[in-house]
């Protein structure tokens, strides 16, 4: 579990709370980390400092501008497999304990960086974390709740999303006011600011307790029984059930792998009669399609003009 036990001098709903809270705080980082490109693009210091443009903010060289966005998308990639792969095998909270380092070292490196490839290094480092916590947040959120309000729990919790690419614009407005917009603060500001979520997160985590799947994936019964006890709020009937269903879940299941994976992709279940290939490329187009529409690149764009 976590390194104390400080879950459980929580009341059910203190603790269900701490859960939304950090889960929030999870997604509201890859929210920010969305939509902060956008401001930073729009720096003249910036664009001079990684070598895309003139010192007025003209950028010359658009390939490389997009490629410094984009290559952060790759580390999503690896950071959203590698995530899904350490939350099986070592625990949710910890899966996202990685996360939060990555996202940290990423997110101060970016800051800090002085040339086109500190900064690319920088995001894609920053990448792998944002992929682990978007990768395993929903899990954790899906794995606490009860069926009735897991839907509208998973809903706000994304609603963090979208606050954060809010936070971010704002935020890139109000310093393009500092020095007419020709400070580095405008856009070292703006990338180190994504470290607070990813911080508080990091300090904050691991007081919660691990989800009941995952314990009981590990043989570890009692934990999950007392898990799910404290976070229902009761000893009943309704809880004994949930966990017996978790357990025999648990014991049929196979650890997650990418070879797994492509085996669901293909159509074979983890046991026989059991067919996932259409329902897994549903969950798959579904989001592809959703990226398809253009919408990241209109989160990246270049949206503030420098004030003269």
Same mark, same amino acid.
């Given at each position: 579990?976590?390194?104390?036990?400080?879950?459980?001098?929580?009341?059910?709903?203190?603790?269900?709370?701490?859960?939304?809270?950090?889960?929030?705080?999870?997604?509201?980082?890859?929210?920010?980390?969305?939509?902060?490109?956008?401001?930073?693009?729009?720096?003249?210091?910036?664009?001079?400092?990684?070598?895309?443009?003139?010192?007025?903010?003209?950028?010359?060289?658009?390939?490389?501008?997009? *490629? !410094?966005?984009?290559? @952060?998308? =790759?580390?999503?990639?690896?950071?959203?497999?590698? +995530? $899904?792969?350490?939350?099986? /095998?070592?625990?949710?909270?910890?899966?996202?304990?990685?996360?939060?380092?990555?996202?940290?070292?990423?997110?101060?490196?970016?800051?800090?960086?002085?040339?086109?490839?500190?900064?690319?290094?920088?995001?894609?480092?920053?990448?792998?974390?944002?992929?682990?916590?978007?990768?395993?947040?929903?899990?954790?959120?899906?794995?606490?709740?009860?069926?009735?309000?897991?839907?509208?729990?998973?809903?706000?919790?994304?609603?963090?999303?979208?606050? *954060? !690419?809010?936070?971010? @614009?704002? =935020?890139?407005?109000?310093?393009?006011?500092?020095? +007419? $917009?020709?400070?580095?603060? /405008?856009?070292?500001?703006?990338?180190?600011?994504?470290?607070?979520?990813?911080?508080?997160?990091?300090?904050?985590?691991?007081?919660?307790?691990?989800?009941?799947?995952?314990?009981?994936?590990?043989?570890?019964?009692?934990?999950?029984?007392?898990?799910?006890?404290?976070?229902?709020?009761?000893?009943?009937?309704?809880?004994?059930?949930?966990?017996?269903?978790?357990?025999?879940?648990?014991?049929?299941?196979?650890?997650?792998?990418?070879?797994?994976? !492509?085996?669901?992709?293909?159509?074979?279940?983890?046991?026989?009669?059991?067919?996932? +290939?259409?329902?897994?490329?549903?969950?798959?187009?579904?989001?592809?399609?959703?990226?398809?529409?253009?919408?990241?690149?209109?989160?990246?764009?270049?949206?503030?003009?420098?004030?003269?």
């Amino acid at each position: 579990m976590g390194y104390t036990t400080w879950w459980k001098r929580l009341s059910p709903r203190q603790l269900n709370i701490a859960i939304q809270t950090f889960s929030v705080i999870s997604i509201f980082f890859e929210g920010y980390d969305q939509g902060v490109m956008g401001g930073v693009n729009a720096s003249p210091r910036y664009v001079e400092e990684v070598g895309i443009g003139l010192p007025d903010g003209t950028v010359t060289d658009t390939l490389h501008q997009g *490629g !410094i966005v984009s290559v @952060y998308y =790759l580390g999503c990639i690896a950071g959203c497999f590698a +995530g $899904g792969w350490l939350a099986d /095998r070592i625990g949710r909270i910890n899966g996202l304990f990685i996360g939060c380092i990555f996202a940290i070292i990423g997110g101060a490196l970016q800051a800090a960086a002085q040339s086109s490839n500190f900064i690319i290094v920088a995001r894609v480092i920053t990448g792998i974390g944002t992929g682990a916590l978007t990768g395993i947040t929903p899990v954790m959120v899906s794995e606490t709740s009860t069926a009735e309000h897991r839907g509208g729990f998973l809903g706000y919790v994304f609603i963090a999303n979208y606050l *954060g !690419i809010s936070i971010a @614009y704002w =935020l890139s407005f109000g310093l393009a006011f500092i020095d +007419g $917009g020709y400070s580095d603060i /405008r856009w070292r500001f703006q990338l180190a600011f994504q470290c607070l979520p990813a911080l508080l997160l990091f300090l904050g985590i691991k007081i919660l307790p691990d989800t009941p799947r995952f314990l009981a994936s590990v043989g570890r019964y009692d934990e999950a029984r007392e898990v799910i006890e404290h976070v229902r709020g009761n000893f009943g009937p309704l809880v004994e059930r949930e966990f017996l269903e978790i357990r025999t879940v648990a014991e049929e299941s196979t650890k997650s792998s990418p070879i797994e994976f !492509i085996k669901i992709l293909f159509g074979r279940g983890p046991k026989p009669g059991y067919n996932l +290939g259409q329902r897994a490329w549903l969950c798959l187009f579904l989001q592809i399609m959703a990226s398809w529409t253009g919408i990241t690149a209109v989160f990246s764009c270049r949206r503030l003009a420098t004030p003269s």
